[in-house]
Structures are given as structure tokens and as C-alpha cells.
């Protein structure tokens, strides 16, 4: 409560508010001195004269200044955690980074075992071919041997496009396209025409009508169309005639080339593994998308060596190769090593076998396999593969795009089948995921 301050009276009944103010400057009469004297005497015993002075009231400048102070204070703490919240907020808008860790989904299975492949397509595992030729040469330390004169003989298809049979004697003559005459060794009917797109065909031997060199030709690169002489201008001349079938050689005209038999056979094998190595590349590159060829499954055959050359002391020997390569549909060769539950675990989802291609695959059965008759090919099969899922990254990181890091758990769900386990990391850890998916690193951690 405030103070109260009352007026006090002395015994002359004289109020204090009535005493006049002297002036400073004035000096006071000593009689009124003395009288002031006398008069404090005898009133010491009754009451003390207080003496008044004016005192303020207002507050100490300092209360200002202190409730001042802690506006500004409070004002800077406010700019202090707005700039934190702005630098927050741009930090998790542009700065942001997310980093998931996926494990796929994942199978080893050993193998060891014998599996059959049909040689017609179909619901169990079948191969395919795939038939390639060349040709390699050397040349070789010779001498001349004695005179020469042979003919060039191979076999042809002939090819009969009417409704009737037609009969062909031994020695019927057939021009080839680049001019040369051959003939037929034997006689031979050719069945008729099934349909008029199925003519009626059959293959036999043909010999040159004159030896040299000149007549022999090879099915691969020069022209293999043939007619019969006998039926020019006849509508048989454009309904019977012939293709070539193998190779025609064996043409010469001159000295033999004689090459020691040991260097024959080692200049013979060398051009073999060169062939083999060559018509192997060639067929690497002519498997489909999908399929999968072994080097051991396959099947090479070569030509007898063949000797020519004009230099005195020098042969060339030359070489064809055939290689018939086996290739298989890779779903179908998983499917049988592993099982089709592993392969349809994956549901709609990819996969990679890595080490399929490594398997150690043998021929069974080399005697009585034929892949032009496609007979059935029974394969040993060693070694150990693995099936492992595959992640679809890019879809993946479009659908965590701008989600938190609690809302992913539940968008990686459908990726189940090819999903073992994963984990997400946010930087910094309050931000969501980034919307831009170049920010959003997906690391694939196979077990």
C-alpha cells in the first residue's frame, strides 16, 4: 500500500503549512533564532518537528532498460529459429538425399545330374541348330609328283515340278549357270509333284563332263542352279532341273603335289583348330536373344585336305569345316536344372542365372545323336547356378519419389518376389524423399 504521510501540529496550534519560506539570502533575526531555539526546547518533550522533502516516485531508469533488453532478446530468437526452419526447409527441398539398400531375392542350386533335350520344340527342354562352313588354308614344303588328269564329281537335288515321275539315265547332261557340263552318273526317277509348291525331288551323283580344276565348285560362293540339255525348248526345261547339293571338286589337270604324310597330318590338324575356333565365333554371334550355346555341345566334321599350288617346292593345302552348333532356350534349360517353382517365384519380375553359362555340359550319347536326324540328345550336366532377382530400379525410384520414409515400407511391398530385405536412409533425417529421382540412389547388395 502506498505510503501515507499526515500532517503533524504543534501545541500553538500553528500548522506547519503556515510557516512563511524564507529566502536564503535573508539572515534570520536572532531574536527569532533564539526564539526557535527556546520554543524546540520546550516542545523536545512534546513532539519533534520532520522536516519534508519531496521524494520520487517514479521507477529507476534501469527497469526500462531491463524489460528492453529482453524484447530484443526474444525478437532475436524468433529470427534465430526462423532462419533454422527456412534453412531446414531448403535443406530437405533441394538438398536432400535418400540412399535405399535392397538384397534381391536369391536361389543357388547345384547341379549334377542327366537331362534329356528333344530335338523337335516343345514344352520340355529341345535344342536347335545352327550350321556353319568355312574355310582355312596353309601352305606346305612339296614336290611334283607325276602327271594328272581328273574329273570333278559331287552330288546335286533335282527337281521335278510336274504331275508325272520323271526318269533321268546315267549320263544326262546338266549345264550349270556359269556354263560347264556335268552328268549324271546313275540313273534316277524323280517323284512327282506333290502340290505346285512341293515339287518332287531327289539327290544324286554328278561328274564333270571334262577334268581340270575349272569344274569344280563350291556350294557356298559360286552359282548352283542347273538344267537339263535334253529338254531345251520343251516345258520340261523350266519344270525339271537341278541345285547344287555338296560341293563338286576333285577337278585337276597337271603334276601332283606330293607333302610328306607326317606334315600333311600336322598342317591338316592345325587347319582343324582354327576352323573350330573360327566357326565357334562365327556362332556366338549367331544365337538369338534368349538362347544359350556350350562350346562341347556341337559337332565339327572336315573335308579331306586338299593339295594345289603351281610352285615347284610349295603345296597349299586347304580345309573345309562344318560345324553344327546346339543351342537351347535358356528359360526352358533353368527351368529344368532348377525347378519351376524357384522360376515362377518371381512372378511377373525378372531374373539373371548367373553361372549358367560356366556349367561343365558333355554329349551322352556322341554315337547315336544325329542332329540332322534330331534325334533326342542326352546331356551330363555339373556345376552350381544361382537365380537372382531383378530389380526394377528406375520404376522404383519414380514410386518412392516424394514419399516419407515411413510411407516406403508399403510401396516396396508388390516388389515382394524379387525383394529379400531393404533398408532407406534420409539426409537429412526429417526431410522426405526427394521428388527428383537423380537424388534418389537405389544400391542392389546381392547376398
Not at 531555539?37 to 519531496?54: G, L, M, Q, V, Y
Not at 517353382?341 to 511377373?348: A, G, I, K, L, N
Amino acid at each position: 500500500m502506498p505510503r501515507r504521510v499526515q500532517d503533524i501540529v504543534p501545541g500553538d496550534r500553528r500548522s506547519i503549512r503556515n510557516i512563511p519560506l524564507k529566502s536564503e539570502s535573508q539572515p534570520e533575526p536572532e531574536k527569532t533564532r533564539r526564539k526557535h531555539h527556546d520554543n524546540s526546547e520546550t516542545t523536545k518533550e512534546s513532539a519533534k518537528e520532520i522536516p519534508i522533502r519531496r521524494i520520487p516516485v517514479t521507477p529507476p531508469p534501469h527497469a526500462h532498460r531491463k524489460k528492453g533488453r529482453g524484447g530484443e532478446w526474444l525478437l532475436i530468437a524468433f529470427i534465430v529459429i526462423g532462419c533454422v526452419v527456412i534453412a531446414g526447409w531448403v535443406a530437405s527441398e533441394y538438398f536432400s538425399r535418400a540412399t535405399f539398400t535392397i538384397v534381391p531375392k536369391s536361389y543357388s542350386i547345384p547341379v549334377n545330374g542327366t537331362y534329356i533335350a528333344k530335338g523337335t520344340p516343345g514344352t520340355s527342354l529341345s535344342y536347335e541348330l545352327v550350321i556353319l562352313t568355312d574355310n582355312a588354308t596353309a601352305t606346305v614344303a612339296s614336290s611334283n609328283g607325276p602327271a594328272e588328269s581328273t574329273k570333278a564329281q559331287g552330288t546335286v537335288t533335282i527337281y521335278n515340278a510336274n504331275s508325272s515321275i520323271q526318269n533321268l539315265v546315267a549320263g544326262s547332261r546338266l549345264t550349270s549357270s556359269n556354263g560347264n557340263t556335268y552328268r549324271l552318273k546313275s540313273s534316277v526317277t524323280v517323284p512327282a509333284a506333290r502340290s505346285s509348291a512341293t515339287p518332287g525331288s531327289i539327290t544324286t551323283t554328278v561328274v564333270a563332263d571334262a577334268a581340270g580344276a575349272d569344274y569344280n565348285l563350291t556350294k557356298t560362293t559360286t552359282p548352283t542352279e542347273f538344267t537339263f540339255a535334253g529338254f531345251k525348248g520343251t516345258a520340261r526345261y523350266d519344270t525339271v532341273y537341278a541345285r547344287l547339293a555338296t560341293d563338286i571338286k576333285g577337278g585337276f589337270v597337271g603334276s601332283k603335289k606330293v607333302i610328306k604324310p607326317a606334315d600333311l597330318a600336322a598342317v591338316s590338324a592345325d587347319l582343324a583348330t582354327q576352323l573350330t575356333e573360327k566357326l565357334l565365333a562365327q556362332a556366338s554371334t549367331s544365337i538369338p536373344d534368349g538362347y544359350i550355346m556350350y562350346d562341347n555341345v556341337k559337332t565339327v566334321a572336315f573335308s579331306a585336305p586338299a593339295i594345289s599350288g603351281n610352285d615347284p617346292t610349295q603345296a597349299v593345302v586347304s580345309v573345309q569345316g562344318t560345324l553344327t552348333g546346339i543351342f537351347f532356350e535358356k528359360k526352358k534349360l533353368i527351368e529344368q536344372l532348377a525347378g519351376t517353382d524357384e522360376v515362377t517365384s518371381f512372378d511377373r519380375f525378372l531374373y539373371t542365372s548367373p553361372g549358367l553359362e560356366l556349367l561343365d555340359i558333355s554329349i551322352a550319347n556322341t554315337k547315336d545323336f544325329s542332329p540332322q536326324k534330331k534325334t533326342s540328345l542326352i546331356l551330363r550336366i555339373k556345376g552350381n547356378i544361382k537365380l537372382v532377382g531383378t530389380i526394377p530400379v528406375t520404376e522404383i525410384q519414380e514410386k518412392l519419389s516424394g514419399v516419407s520414409l515411413a510411407e516406403t515400407q508399403e510401396i516396396l511391398k508388390p516388389y515382394s518376389p524379387v525383394i529379400e530385405t531393404g533398408s532407406g536412409e534420409l539426409i537429412p533425417p526429417w526431410s522426405k524423399v526427394p521428388k527428383d529421382i537423380e537424388r534418389i540412389s537405389v544400391i542392389i547388395k546381392e547376398q
